[in-house]
C-alpha cells in the first residue's frame, strides 16, 4: 500500500472511531487509532466496502487479524437493478454487494434478454477479476433485494408472445442479479459439461468426483448446475442422482443461456458452436480448514405445481424427430384395443379439466427405468420420473417436446394447478419453520454488531437460493411474491434471491408424482416442471472452549 494511501486510511479510521467514541460517552483525552478497543475497532472496519477493507487489512497485523476474523464468517449478498443502461445497472448491484467486506469464492449473475450476454460478462467478470469463478446467465425474471430502495422485488419478463394477454408482466426486460457468497468449510470450483459431436458425461462426472474427492476424501457437498436450453439435461441428471446420493444437493437452471469464467482461465461465449453444454458451481468440504471454522450446510424443499389428470396411458408408435427436437406417438389405454389419436385424448383431458379453449399448459409424465454406469459400478435399473411438455395433437399423434419416450413407456397427463402450488408453498413456508426452530435462527450474542452482523456462537441460516418455473409467479397466483414468502416470512432480513427458470433442477426422492410405483420403493425425479426449488444456507460454528 502506498504511504498516503495509508495514512488517508488511518486518518479516515481515526476519525470514524472519534465519532462513534464521541457518541457514546465523553472522552476526557483526544482519541488515536491505537487507543481505541478491539470490539469498536471490529465494528469500524466492519462498515468498510470490500474493497476498503482489503486495503485495511494491510495497514498493521492487529487490523488484518480483526478483518480475517469476521471474513471467514458466512457471507451470501445479492442486489438486483432494473436500469435500462447494462453498465450502471452492473454498476449499481456490483457496488451493492461489495458495499460490506466479504471474500468472494464464486459469484452468479442473471440479465434480462435484452441486454448482450457477451458484454454483461465482461462487464461483471471485470468488476470481480480472473481468479474467482463467475456464472451468468440470460433468465425469465429476477427476484431480490433492489440495489437502490432496498425492497425485495419480483420481475418477471415478459416473454410470451402475446404481450396484452399478459400485460401483468414487464414488457422492458432489462434487470441485472448478481449474488456473491463466501462459505465457511467449503470450496468452490468451476467445472463445465464439455461436448464434441455428443456430451462428454462421463468427463464431466469423473471431473467432479476427482475433484470432490481430492478436496475432501468425500462426495460433494452441494452441485449448482446450468444447462444450455438446447441440450437434453435428462441423461446428466439421471447420471448424477445415480452417482450421489441425497447428502449431495443437487439444484439449478435446466434452460439458460451462459457464459462462464472458471478463476483460472479466460471467460468463452457460449454458443451452438461452443464446446460447453453446461456448467456446474461444485461444493466441496474443506477438510484443511482453518481452526475456529464452522460448518455450511444446505436444505433443500421444493413447491410442486403440477397435478395428474387422467388415466394412464401406454405410447405406442412413439418416433422421436430429431429435428425439431419433439416426440410423436400414438396412445392406448387399458380396455380399448384401438389406438387413440393426439387430437381425441386431448380433447378428453380438456374437458376433464374443464377447459374449452385449450388454454392450460399440459405435460405427460413418463416413469422411466434408465441404466447407470458410472465407473466399474453398473446398477440393474432406476426409476427416474421425467416430464415433456405437450406440444399439440392431431388425427393421428400426439406430440410432445423432447425425446427419451419408448414404446409401449406407460404415462400420465398432468397439468398446471395453482392451487396446489400455493398449498404447496404453504408446506415449504411450514418446514422453514420447523428449521427456523431447529437451528434457534438469528439468535446473536450480547456483543452483535449493530450492522447485523454476529459472533455467531449458535446455528443460523445466513441466505438462500430459489429456482422458480416462469410459468409461476403473479399471473399465475393472482398476487406478486407467493414463491418467495417462504423465506421472507421465516428469515426477514437475511439474503435471498432467485430466478424464474425454464426447468427447475432437485434431485431426490419425489414419488409423490406417481401414484403407482409398480413396485418401485422409490422415484426419482431431478428435472421438475411449474415447480418452485429453495436452496436454505446455514452455518454452525465450531464448539465453544470450556472455561
Known amino acids: 500500500m502506498a504511504p498516503k494511501q495509508r495514512?488517508?486510511?488511518?486518518?479516515?479510521?481515526?476519525?470514524?472511531?472519534?465519532?462513534?467514541?464521541?457518541?457514546?460517552?465523553?472522552?476526557?483525552?483526544?482519541?488515536?487509532?491505537?487507543?481505541?478497543?478491539?470490539?469498536?475497532?471490529?465494528?469500524?472496519?466492519?462498515?468498510?466496502?470490500?474493497?476498503?477493507?482489503?486495503?485495511?487489512?494491510?495497514?498493521?497485523?492487529?487490523?488484518?487479524?480483526?478483518?480475517?476474523?469476521?471474513?471467514?464468517?458466512?457471507?451470501?449478498?445479492s442486489a438486483l437493478s432494473c436500469n435500462p443502461c447494462l453498465q450502471d445497472a452492473v454498476d449499481e448491484v456490483v457496488d451493492k454487494v461489495l458495499a460490506r467486506p466479504i471474500r468472494p469464492q464464486f459469484v452468479m449473475a442473471s440479465i434480462g434478454p435484452s441486454y448482450d450476454l457477451k458484454e454483461a460478462h465482461y462487464l461483471i467478470t471485470g468488476r470481480f477479476g480472473c481468479q474467482i469463478p463467475v456464472i451468468t446467465s440470460i433468465s425469465y425474471g429476477i427476484f431480490g433485494q433492489d440495489a437502490n430502495t432496498n425492497q425485495f422485488e419480483e420481475v418477471q419478463w415478459n416473454t410470451m408472445k402475446d404481450n396484452q394477454a399478459h400485460e401483468d408482466l414487464r414488457n422492458e426486460d432489462e434487470g441485472v442479479l448478481v449474488t456473491v457468497g463466501f462459505l465457511p468449510g467449503l470450496i468452490v470450483d468451476l467445472i463445465p459439461l464439455k461436448r464434441a459431436r455428443v456430451l462428454l458425461i462421463d468427463d464431466f462426472m469423473r471431473s467432479i468426483t476427482d475433484l470432490s474427492f481430492s478436496r475432501s476424501a468425500s462426495s460433494p457437498m452441494g452441485i449448482l448446475l446450468f444447462s444450455d436450453k438446447d441440450i437434453d439435461i435428462k441423461p446428466v441428471l439421471a447420471k448424477l442422482d445415480y452417482a450421489f446420493t441425497e447428502e449431495t444437493v443437487i439444484v439449478g437452471d435446466a434452460g439458460s443461456r451462459f457464459l462462464y469464467q472458471d478463476g483460472t482461465i479466460s471467460n468463452r461465449f457460449n454458443n451452438r458452436e461452443s464446446s460447453s453444454a453446461a456448467v456446474a458451481l461444485l461444493f466441496s468440504r474443506d477438510t484443511n480448514k482453518l481452526p475456529g471454522v464452522g460448518e455450511t450446510q444446505f436444505h433443500v424443499m421444493l413447491s410442486t405445481g403440477v397435478s395428474p389428470i387422467g388415466s394412464i396411458y401406454k405410447a405406442v408408435n412413439v418416433e422421436a424427430k430429431f429435428r425439431d427436437n419433439s416426440t410423436q406417438f400414438m396412445v392406448r389405454t387399458e380396455g380399448i384395443d384401438y389406438y387413440l389419436d393426439g387430437e381425441t385424448i386431448l380433447d378428453q383431458i380438456y374437458d376433464e379439466l374443464g377447459d374449452h379453449t385449450h388454454s392450460q399448459t399440459l405435460y405427460v409424465g413418463v416413469p422411466k427405468t434408465r441404466r447407470c454406469t458410472f465407473g466399474d459400478v453398473r446398477i440393474s435399473s432406476m426409476c427416474m420420473h421425467e416430464f415433456y411438455l405437450v406440444l399439440r395433437?392431431?388425427?393421428?399423434?400426439?406430440?410432445?417436446?423432447?425425446?427419451?419416450?419408448?414404446?409401449?413407456?406407460?404415462?400420465?397427463?398432468?397439468?398446471?394447478?395453482?392451487?396446489?402450488?400455493?398449498?404447496?408453498?404453504?408446506?415449504?413456508?411450514?418446514?422453514?419453520?420447523?428449521?427456523?426452530?431447529?437451528?434457534?435462527?438469528?439468535?446473536?450474542?450480547?456483543?452483535?454488531?449493530?450492522?447485523?452482523?454476529?459472533?455467531?456462537?449458535?446455528?443460523?441460516?445466513?441466505?438462500?437460493?430459489?429456482?422458480?418455473?416462469?410459468?409461476?409467479?403473479?399471473?399465475?397466483?393472482?398476487?406478486?411474491?407467493?414463491?418467495?414468502?417462504?423465506?421472507?416470512?421465516?428469515?426477514?432480513?437475511?439474503?435471498?434471491?432467485?430466478?424464474?427458470?425454464?426447468?427447475?433442477?432437485?434431485?431426490?426422492?419425489?414419488?409423490?408424482?406417481?401414484?403407482?410405483?409398480?413396485?418401485?420403493?422409490c422415484i426419482r425425479c431431478s428435472l421438475h416442471e411449474f415447480s418452485t426449488v429453495y436452496l436454505v444456507m446455514s452455518y454452525t460454528p465450531p464448539a465453544l472452549p470450556e472455561d
Open 7 to 77: 495514512q488517508k486510511l488511518t486518518a479516515a479510521a481515526a476519525a470514524a472511531a472519534a465519532a462513534a467514541a464521541a457518541a457514546a460517552a465523553t472522552v476526557p483525552e483526544p482519541t488515536t487509532i491505537d487507543s481505541i478497543g478491539e470490539d469498536l475497532l471490529n465494528n469500524i472496519l466492519s462498515r468498510l466496502s470490500a474493497e476498503s477493507c482489503a486495503s485495511a487489512a494491510c495497514v498493521n497485523s492487529s487490523w488484518n487479524l480483526i478483518i480475517n476474523r469476521f471474513l471467514t464468517l458466512p457471507n451470501l449478498s
Open 393 to 521: 395433437g392431431d388425427n393421428e399423434y400426439l406430440y410432445v417436446h423432447g425425446d427419451g419416450i419408448s414404446d409401449f413407456d406407460s404415462f400420465q397427463f398432468y397439468h398446471a394447478n395453482p392451487d396446489l402450488a400455493y398449498a404447496s408453498c404453504n408446506d415449504v413456508s411450514n418446514d422453514m419453520k420447523l428449521l427456523k426452530q431447529d437451528l434457534n435462527h438469528l439468535k446473536n450474542d450480547d456483543h452483535s454488531n449493530s450492522n447485523g452482523s454476529m459472533h455467531m456462537h449458535k446455528k443460523s441460516v445466513f441466505g438462500g437460493m430459489m429456482f422458480a418455473c416462469y410459468g409461476r409467479g403473479k399471473l399465475f397466483f393472482g398476487e406478486p411474491n407467493v414463491d418467495a414468502s417462504p423465506f421472507l416470512e421465516n428469515f426477514p432480513g437475511v439474503t435471498f434471491s432467485g430466478t424464474y427458470c425454464n426447468g427447475e433442477i432437485a434431485h431426490g426422492d419425489y414419488s409423490f408424482y406417481v401414484k403407482e410405483s409398480k413396485g418401485q420403493s
